[in-house]
């Protein structure tokens, strides 16, 4: 049964199907960008996992005993195809693959607020390879839907649950702005990472308060800039080197925006500068990173000259 049949009926089903059915006949061409990664996942469908741990830090999927050496080299080679690798940290088959994003971190700082999930129905907008999705199996969700319009971040997780078998756990290759055909649809959203890549955050807000049930929660995580005034930077052309980056607000300004849009209950729950050791190069993504973004003479400021980035997370509810 596809995830679809599993939402309300308040969800618009028939575009859902009709959009779906374009991206997949898009990403099975068979084109040297979409074949670099769907090869992989095919390789990695081979696989599946006895055993999976989604309760500790480093989601384990599989343990190093049960497969030959050779058939754990094939498995790393096909995880090296997803590179880099943004979130983790997973332990595949006693592969340790050391994401750029010590992402348990962040988990850790919004598990004291974690709204109920058992039996809800979750999103999880911009999902990337799904590390949270799977750090929310233990809650017990009934279905948590991954949004990721990235063909790189689909695959790699289509790949991870093709070994751990999560089968309330579904992805699609929809971003945030789709959110207007899933109306009323979702008891919690998670919307971390990307509401300063939105040209209109208030509307995208506006956007994910529609697609939650009345008492539905909202975690929101993002960058933001120091300071207790209510405003927000607008760089020119890029922040911390990073292009498609728009309003990069104070957590007083992100919490206005949340009110603006109707949210209620809004609650910043933790805010913390960004650091390089939580945010760093690896073996496994091998670009520049967090250190690099910054004015080498004052990591007080990027390497533009706004000032550097905390991270800010607010829990806030549909009335």
């Known amino acids: 049964m596809s995830y679809i049949d599993q939402l309300p009926g308040s969800a618009k089903v028939d575009q859902i199907r009709q959009i779906h059915e374009q991206k997949l006949q898009w990403v099975n061409q068979n084109k040297k960008g979409f074949l670099r990664y769907r090869t992989p996942f095919e390789v990695l469908k081979s696989f599946p996992a006895a055993s999976v741990d989604c309760d500790q830090?480093?989601?384990?999927?599989?343990n190093r005993a049960d497969i030959s050496s050779a058939d754990r080299q094939i498995i790393e080679n096909s995880l090296r195809s997803f590179m880099p690798w943004r979130k983790g940290p997973f332990s595949i088959y006693g592969i340790d693959v050391n994401s750029?994003?010590?992402?348990?971190r962040k988990w850790q700082r919004l598990l004291p607020e974690l709204p109920e999930l058992k039996d809800k129905i979750v999103a999880d907008v911009g999902c990337s390879n799904g590390y949270y999705m799977f750090r929310m199996v233990p809650h017990k969700p009934k279905l948590v839907i991954g949004f990721e319009p990235s063909v790189q971040h689909y695959y790699c997780f289509k790949g991870l649950?093709?070994?751990?078998?999560?089968?309330?756990?579904?992805?699609?290759?929809?971003?945030?702005?789709q959110l207007q055909l899933f109306p009323e649809?979702?008891?919690?959203?998670?919307?971390?990472?990307?509401?300063?890549?939105?040209?209109?955050?208030?509307?995208?807000l506006r956007d994910v308060l529609s697609s939650l049930r009345s008492g539905g929660s909202l975690i929101l995580e993002s960058q933001a800039i120091p300071g207790t005034e209510e405003i927000a930077i607008f760089p020119k052309k890029t922040y911390a080197k990073v292009p498609g980056t728009y309003f990069v607000p104070t957590a007083h300004c992100l919490s206005n925006w949340l009110s603006r849009a109707?949210?209620?209950?809004?609650?910043?729950?933790?805010?913390?500068?960004?650091?390089?050791?939580?945010?760093r190069r690896t073996d496994w993504m091998q670009f520049e990173s967090y250190s690099d973004f910054l004015d080498p003479s004052d990591p007080g400021k990027t390497i533009e000259g706004y000032p550097a980035p905390d991270r800010v997370f607010f829990l806030a509810r549909k009335k």
């Open 57 to 62: 830090e480093m989601v384990t999927i599989g």
């Open 100 to 104: 750029e994003w010590q992402s348990q």
């Open 161 to 177: 649950n093709s070994m751990a078998g999560q089968k309330n756990l579904e992805i699609n290759l929809l971003g945030v702005e």
């Open 185 to 204: 649809c979702f008891d919690v959203l998670f919307l971390m990472g990307i509401i300063y890549h939105r040209s209109s955050p208030v509307d995208t």
């Open 262 to 279: 109707g949210f209620m209950d809004i609650d910043m729950f933790c805010q913390h500068p960004m650091s390089s050791a939580e945010q």
